[in-house]
Structures are given as C-alpha cells and as structure tokens.
C-alpha cells in the first residue's frame, strides 16, 4: 500500500483528457497501463460520446454542469464581444458546477486542474484551476496554491512546451504534481467530492503528434498516480472519464474561410482587426484596424508564404524560428512581413458569413441588430442560413467524399439562452475525418496540420464498493457525468440538466436550483496562455 497521505474521499473523479478506446487499446496490449486496465475489464466501462464541438474548453464544462453549450455558454476556448476576443474562462460559465451544487447541499469538495475552473468558486473545500488560468493563477481558498507549493515542491499550470527532451521531462512531471497537490488537499479537507483532471494526454498529441514510445510513457505516468490516488482516498464510487476521444484523422484539412470566400461571402484584410492568427496572439503591436504597406516580399516573407499554402500557421513558423535560435528575427520580422506573407485574415465586419475559430465547428453569420457593424437583415436571415446548409453539404473532398456529415442550423444541436453567442449553422466533419481550418489559404484543401487530433468517443469507466458492477453504460453521454456524481452522493441533480444519472448508482431526485448569477464575463489577459492554446493549434 502506497504511504501517500490524503484522507478517504467519497466519490471520486478523474478526468483523463483525450483518452479514447483507440488509445487505450494498443496500451492494454503492452501491458503499459495495469491500473486502468483492470478498472477497464473489471468493471462497467466503454465509449463515452461527446458534444459536439468535442474540445477541452466547451466539453469539461458540459460535463461538469450537465448541461449543453447553449445554457452553460461556452463554445470555444475564445469568446466574443462583437468582432473582439479574448480567452475565455470559468466567468463565461452560466450554470452551476457540480462541486457549487455539492456546496449548497454542505458538502465539500477539492478541485484540482480542472479546465475552466479560473477565477475558481468560493466554495466549501479548495480550487486549484486548470486550463486556461495563468500560470499562477488565484486558487481558492486564497493563499492555497502557495500552501500546496510549500508543501509538495514545484507546481506548475502548464509545463513548458517544446520537442527538447527536457520539455517532455516536465510533461511527465506534470503528471505527479497534479496527484501530489491532489493527495495534499484531499487530506488537508476531507472532501465529500474531490475531482482531478490530467491534461497532457491530450497535449503530448497536439505537440508531438502520434509518437508511441512518448505517449505510453505520459499514459504510464499517469496510471501510477491514479494507482496512487485510489490508493489514498478509498473511494466508495470512483469515475474515470474523458472530454472527448483522440484518432488519426484521415480525411483532407478542408479550409472553410477561403471556400467561403471563393463564394464571396467574405471579405479580407491584412490589418489586426481580423480573425485571431499569430500576429494578434503574439504581437499585438498594430493598432486595430491599421493596413501594413505595400511593398515587395522578402525571400523570408515568401517562404513563410509557401509554408502558410501547406498549413503551416505563423506562430507555428515562429516556433520553428525560436527553436534553431532564431526569434529575433522572427520578432522583428512579424509586424511588417511574416504575418502579411502568410495571414490575410477574414474581415468581420466586411463579410455575409465566416468561421470565427476551427474550435467552433461551424459559420457565424454577420447578423444586422445582433453583431456591431452586421450586414444581413433580419428578414434575410433563414434564407442564407439555408443557402449556406445546401452548399456546404454538398461539399467533397478530392476523393469525391463529403466533407461534412451534417450541416445543420445550430439549434438542433444547443438549447439554452447563450446560443446566439454561438454560431448559426453547424458544420461537424464527416466521422471526425476531416481538420476544418479557418485559416485563409490559396488552397481548399491540405494535408491536415494535426494529423492526431479530436474525436467524439471518450471513455468512461467506474470502480469502488459504491458501484453497481453490472451496470450497463451503453449510451453514456458527456452530460450524464455530474448527475452521475449528484447522485452517488445523494445530492438532487439540477432539473437544469441535460443528462441522466448513469446506472452506476441510484438515481437521486431531481431539483430547481436558485439561478446562477451572472457576473462579468471576463477573459483571461494572459499572453502566455494565449500563446500556449496558439501553440497547441487551438488558435490557428
């Protein structure tokens, strides 16, 4: 038995980002990760099916509200104010989080790396925010993280990206400060609830692709430290899940901004006023709206120009520039020629219909009386929605397949009172086969930029006393998750909810709940973090 201290915990959960059957499978072959394969084949288990969009910034909220992007409000790892965005946050989240639930019912909980999770609750128990914080980001109960720090040695948000060796290094030690900082607030405040969530299996895909021998040794890492977790805190119920699956992609990159524009419903610019690229992400020194001048390329600027044609984004050319020693001139060269050569960038105000971010999957339509400087009436509305559904299902690949496997208005996949901060018309790639792009680009299609990237199908699997072992979890959605955990605890779940409580546990009661308050939806003003998610390919 493991000596980690950390007191019993009564429900459990463990949130494993990205991980999918596909994944877990060649794993299970090599005998790499003994203890989820055993909760796998032992106890009930099996695909967990996602939202759509299936990204970490809209799906863990899904997931730990219960309820869909339209109530919660969150779509993207952006949010919009008219043309202008920022990162967004926990405060863009307008329903309440389990753990805020468990507190109304005096129960307390621990939260540790959660994504969306910053600015944290001031609930009974502690917060230690994921994804999307800065680097260090207020925790609650104030002064905890520096507590936790003292406590367990270093603790970072996020470990250093890069291919060097010891950058991955740090990807592995993430693993073990996220169950050390765990095991130290679980014995610190005995929580009824404790939820810890691994984020690098999804990161080590995005920064270093499909390459086995790393991904066994991240997905090792972090079967010792749940190992270690079951261990300490003895949970009556424990669930392991995932946000949404990970798979090869095996379809084209279709880019819907440059087919939208061929079909003249936007309209570009080479100014900071565009769509978030590298340029506003990394420099921000062009004044909105200002136009660069013309003048001839340099042979830097025309090759950054030949690379963007193949899908390589500016800030993926800026790494490549950092890593062989050169960002200076990488810095000196973006304002006036890198970003010009390869990110002509949708003009918002200009265009009919556009793709604010991949991340969103779907076309936002310039809508007069909702978006500032709209240019579609009202009385024009369903038309072009509908215009846009026929000509964008018709879409194929060069192999003669369709490009989407529905194109849909977006309220048969949201309800709730945020989606209209959503987009209009959904576009979800045929079998997740498909890296839609919203780069503007002389070609339709490219090899995808991120071969390995998201796929509906997650996991999710139960073990614990608490559990009933036969139960049958076919169909289990993201959105049962936090009934789920309602109920194990004897809590009544929100009648706000969009899931059911899986067959793992008695189905508890079902309640109305005061209103989430809304405050001010602030973003994250951290350059780091938006230079991380832009790193990742989250921002293109």
């Not at 863009?92 to 600015?119: C, I, Q």
Request: charged fraction near 25%; proline fraction near 7%.
């Amino acid at each position: 038995m493991s000596t980690d201290r950390g007191g019993d915990v009564d429900t459990l959960l463990i949130g494993i980002d990205a991980c999918s059957q596909g994944i877990l499978e060649p794993l299970f072959e090599a005998e790499r990760v003994p203890t989820i394969q055993s909760i796998w084949e032992a106890g009930p288990s099996g695909p967990l099916e996602s939202q759509i969009p299936p990204w970490t910034a809209s799906a863990w909220p899904s997931l730990y509200t219960g309820t869909n992007p339209g109530k919660h409000g969150v779509f993207d790892f952006l949010t919009y104010d008219g043309y202008d965005w920022g990162v967004a946050n926990a405060s863009a989240v307008d329903e309440h989080s389990l753990w805020e639930l468990l507190d109304y019912h005096g129960k307390r909980s621990v939260v540790v790396n959660v994504p969306m999770t910053y600015p944290p609750s001031g609930i009974d128990g502690a917060v230690i925010p994921g994804f999307t914080a800065p680097e260090n980001p207020p925790s609650h109960p104030e002064g905890i993280l520096e507590e936790v720090r003292e406590a367990i040695g270093e603790y970072k948000v996020y470990p250093t990206p890069g291919g060097e060796a010891e950058a991955f290094e740090e990807y592995v030690d993430s693993v073990r400060m996220r169950s050390d900082a765990f095991l130290y607030l679980a014995d610190r405040f005995e929580p009824d609830f404790g939820f810890v969530q691994f984020q690098v299996t999804d990161t080590v895909f995005h920064q270093y692709g499909y390459e086995e021998d790393l991904v066994a040794e991240i997905y090792e890492a972090v079967d010792r430290e749940i190992e270690r977790i079951l261990e300490a805190t003895d949970p009556t119920v424990a669930l392991l899940v995932s946000d949404h699956g990970l798979g090869k992609y095996e379809g084209s990159e279709f880019r819907l901004n440059t087919f939208l524009r061929n079909h003249g419903y936007i309209e570009t610019t080479r100014s900071a006023a565009g769509m978030p690229s590298w340029q506003t992400v990394r420099e921000q020194s062009l004044r909105k709206g200002e136009e660069k001048t013309e003048r001839e390329p340099t042979l830097l600027e025309r090759g950054v120009a030949t690379a963007a044609n193949f899908g390589m984004t500016t800030h993926r050319v800026a790494r490549a520039l950092e890593r062989v020693g050169l960002d200076d001139l990488a810095k000196r060269h973006a304002p006036a020629g890198i970003v010009k050569a390869s990110d002509e960038q949708v003009d918002f105000a200009e265009s009919t219909a556009y793709m604010r971010s991949r991340v969103e999957t779907g076309v936002r339509i310039n809508l007069a009386g909702r978006d500032p400087e709209g240019v579609v009436p009202p009385a024009e509305y369903e038309d072009l929605r509908e215009e846009l559904i026929e000509l964008l299902s018709d879409v194929r690949a060069p192999d003669g397949e369709r490009v989407f496997e529905d194109v849909a208005r977006v309220e048969e996949y949201f309800e709730g009172p945020n989606v209209e901060r959503a987009v209009d018309v959904m576009t979800v790639p045929n079998d997740w086969n498909y890296f839609l792009s919203a780069q503007l680009r002389e070609d339709l299609f490219a090899p995808p930029s991120e071969p390995w990237n998201h796929k509906l199908d997650g996991v999710v699997m139960a073990t614990g006393p608490g559990i009933d072992a036969d139960a049958d979890l076919a169909g289990a959605h993201l959105l049962d998750v936090a009934p789920t955990v309602l109920s194990a605890l004897g809590v009544p779940r929100s009648d706000r909810m969009d899931g059911e409580p899986l067959a793992l546990v008695a189905t508890s009661d079902e309640t109305t709940y005061p209103d989430h308050e809304r405050g001010v939806r602030e973003t994250t003003a951290d350059g780091d973090v938006e230079d991380r998610l832009a790193d990742l390919g989250y921002l293109e």
